[in-house]
């Protein structure tokens, strides 16, 4: 039958060791591996023994493996078992690591969903329907994404939807109030919260102009409508295409006419 001749520790890998069958190289063993199936010097291996060994040191590199991806943040099972699996680990040792992962409790998406509604409200700011939907690609099941949003109460809810509409707000200084909406709109859909609540937050906001910033407002998008039609039309024509450019950008009629006025003057001028 078969005899180890050899046990040896790896120079490179200090909790690995080399076994040697017959006077040949067999294959290396985790040092976990080695203490539970009592392998030394003398003992003989059936083939079977031998296969049992290979797969037990397989689930335990599996395992290490796994424990180096999670020491860099928190992962749910489905990323741990997809990180194995492009390793070229087989699915059953994948498995057999998962359930060791999990039973020393390194593997948990009931917490692993908890902190990630955590992170996603507080840092991100995100609405429920953007942080279920991560969660939905982390693989966690949906009980458990529905139990981990419950913690995301409905005033936190829109405590960060106004956040981030103020924020909104002060970065577009320089906009009509009417297009500083529609990115109000736009950054909560993209955000995650729903329909109901942007609605909520629209009505909230109370966005207003001075007569300085509006006629900085009004020359800057005047100015640009004007460019941009001027090659194609002229006189008149070119009057109204900008007027009904400008006032799509919620620019009061009364400050769009006082700039047709002052171009009006200046094509006069010529």
């Not at 609540?197 to 629209?202: K, P």
């Not at 008149?236 to 450019?245: E, M, Y």
């Amino acid at each position: 039958m078969p005899l180890i001749t050899k046990i040896s520790q790896q120079k490179r890998d200090s909790e690995r060791y080399n076994i040697f069958i017959d006077e040949q190289y067999a294959f290396s063993v985790h040092e976990s591996v080695l203490v539970k199936f009592e392998l030394t010097k003398g003992m003989t291996l059936d083939d079977w023994e031998t296969d049992e060994i290979v797969y037990a040191d397989q689930i335990e590199k599996a395992f290490n493996r796994a424990l180096h991806f999670l020491s860099f943040r928190m992962r749910s099972e489905m990323e741990v078992k997809k990180k194995l699996l492009e390793k070229d680990y087989g699915e059953a040792v994948v498995l057999e690591a998962i359930v060791k992962l999990k039973r020393l409790g390194f593997l948990n998406d009931e917490a692993f969903s908890e902190a990630l509604v955590r992170t996603e409200k507080n840092s991100a700011l995100k609405g429920p329907r953007a942080i279920q939907q991560s969660l939905y690609k982390k693989g966690i099941p949906k009980e458990l994404q529905t139990q981990a949003l419950e913690e995301y109460s409905l005033e936190d809810q829109m405590s960060n939807a106004m956040k981030l509409a103020e924020k909104t707000i002060r970065s577009n200084s320089q906009q009509p109030p009417a297009q500083v909406k529609q990115k109000i709109q736009s950054t909560l859909a993209r955000k995650g919260f729903s329909f109901e609540q942007i609605a909520e937050v629209l009505s909230n906001v109370t966005i207003e102009r001075d007569e300085d910033e509006w006629s900085d407002i009004t020359l800057k998008f005047g100015e640009k409508a004007w460019r941009r039609y001027q090659s194609k039309f002229s006189g008149a024509d070119l009057r109204q295409r900008v007027k009904q450019s400008m006032y799509q950008k919620g620019i009061p009629l009364s400050q769009i006419d006082l700039f047709i006025e002052k171009k009006r003057n200046e094509e006069d001028g010529d």
